[in-house]
Structures are given as structure tokens and as C-alpha cells.
């Protein structure tokens, strides 16, 4: 009986040990798409070194939602490139895409965008252009202006 009980409480360890080193590897996938996620905001986030980003805007400060000012876009970076693209696309399409019919789009003109994450970083990108996209529920995202 004391080997039954013996053998039952290995079993019980060894399935908590599983079950702790899936969960291991589930907060490592979890702490790498933080720092993913991270790295995105800060790119967005970076300050303008001085050069004006294009005729859009005619300085290097913009009002932000809440009225107060922020520095423009780097018209260089990842964020620009796939607004850009995204923007080209949609219009081209002439209807609202989804994130993935952007990204497929995109591989289909050769664009790559090296990040891991190309889907995600495509929704994180037109989330944030609130000034020049617009998602709509079920349907994907818009050009501002060009809605029905």
C-alpha cells in the first residue's frame, strides 16, 4: 500500500513538473513578444532628428488627439514604409483589407518587412495613423477619405 501511495505521489510530481516547464516556455514566448511589442514603441516613438517628413506636414511637430504636440514620423523608418504601403494597397484594392490580405498583398509586390512578426506589425503601424487609417469592424482597414 505505501508503494501504491509512493508510486501516486511520483506521478503527481512528475505531471507538476510538466506542467511547470510549460509554463516555463509559455512566459518566455510571453517575455519575447514584450520586448517585440516594446521595440515597435519605441521606433514609433522616436524623436525627429530636425528633417521634415514630407509635404503633409508643414513642420516637424503635429498636434496629437489630445492637442498637444509631438514629433512628426521618420519618413525612413519600418512604421512609414508600411503606412505607405499599406495606404497604396487599400487604395489599389478600392475596399477595406484586413492586416492579412495587406501582408499578402505585400508579399505579392516583394515587399519584406524584417520584423518576426510581419502580421502584428502591420495592425500595430495602422492602429497608431489614426490620421490616416481607419479600421473597420469586420471588414479591415480604410484609407481616411476613402469610406463609403
Request: aromatic fraction near 2%; avoid cysteine; glycine fraction near 6%.
Amino acid at each position: 500500500m505505501l508503494r501504491t501511495a509512493l508510486k501516486s505521489l511520483e506521478d503527481q510530481v512528475r505531471d507538476k513538473q510538466k506542467a511547470v516547464a510549460s509554463l516555463e516556455r509559455d512566459i518566455e514566448k510571453k517575455l519575447k513578444h514584450i520586448d517585440s511589442v516594446k521595440k515597435l514603441l519605441r521606433e514609433m516613438e522616436e524623436p525627429e532628428d530636425g528633417a521634415q517628413t514630407g509635404a503633409s506636414h508643414g513642420s516637424n511637430t503635429k498636434p496629437s488627439a489630445g492637442g498637444a504636440k509631438v514629433a512628426a514620423r521618420k519618413p525612413d523608418s519600418v512604421a512609414e514604409e508600411v503606412r505607405q504601403v499599406a495606404r497604396k494597397i487599400i487604395l489599389e484594392a478600392g475596399k477595406p483589407m484586413t492586416q492579412h490580405a495587406i501582408k499578402m498583398r505585400m508579399d505579392e509586390k516583394g515587399v519584406k518587412l524584417d520584423v518576426k512578426k510581419p502580421v502584428d506589425t502591420i495592425r500595430i503601424y495602422l492602429n497608431r495613423a489614426k490620421e490616416e487609417f481607419r479600421r473597420i469592424e469586420g471588414e479591415g482597414y480604410v484609407v481616411i477619405g476613402m469610406e463609403k
